[in-house]
């Protein structure tokens, strides 16, 4: 009688396993916001995905140059203006955050958010500009996520840059099975 309750209780338990995993995939049950799509950036070699601008905020187009991924998404009629690169390679917030303080070409003025994965910062060199630095990681793949400045468009405003932010912040780490999939 114990025995068979024990295997009962056995048989339970690896059913409610196989149920609740089933019903937590986080790509399959997320729900995104209006404007946002996640994007999985295993077809590009790397093992993460992260929430963007869909294609009703803009066109959004990814570049694939060596070992960095661009992804940007600019629509002149909503000032969109989301671009980031990411790298498969180390970083360091310590010296990044040394690095800004002591520019003199791009002064620093202050940092909006910073933490030990993410910094977001304000600069001057003519205006008020804001930037972005992470670094995103897990079993020893480490990625490096910034803004990407450019001189075709204007720098980045504190709004644009919290979308960035936030897209950083959304990042996930594709298991093995994803990326090869």
Not at 39 to 62: A, F
Request: aromatic residues 8%; charged residues 25%; contains cysteine.
């Amino acid at each position: 009688m114990i025995n068979s309750i024990k295997n009962s209780f056995l048989i339970l338990t690896i059913s409610f396993c196989f149920v609740f995993n089933s019903c937590t995939n986080p790509f399959e049950e997320e729900t995104l916001p209006k404007g946002k799509t996640r994007l999985d950036l295993s077809p590009y070699g790397k093992k993460i995905s992260l929430i963007v601008p869909d294609s009703t905020s803009g066109k959004l187009t990814v570049t694939e140059n060596n070992t960095l991924i661009e992804i940007n998404c600019i629509n002149q009629q909503t000032k969109l203006n989301f671009g980031i690169s990411i790298e498969e390679t180390s970083g360091d917030i310590a010296l990044i955050k040394n690095d800004i303080a002591n520019d003199d070409v791009n002064r620093f003025k202050r940092f909006v958010e910073e933490d030990s994965t993410l910094l977001v910062w304000e600069s001057e060199i003519v205006n008020p500009e804001f930037h972005l630095y992470s670094v995103a990681g897990n079993f020893g793949e480490t990625y490096v996520i910034r803004d990407i400045s450019s001189t075709e468009t204007e720098p980045f405003n504190e709004q644009q840059i919290k979308v960035m932010a936030e897209a950083v912040k959304s990042i996930k780490i594709l298991s093995a099975e994803k990326k090869n999939k």
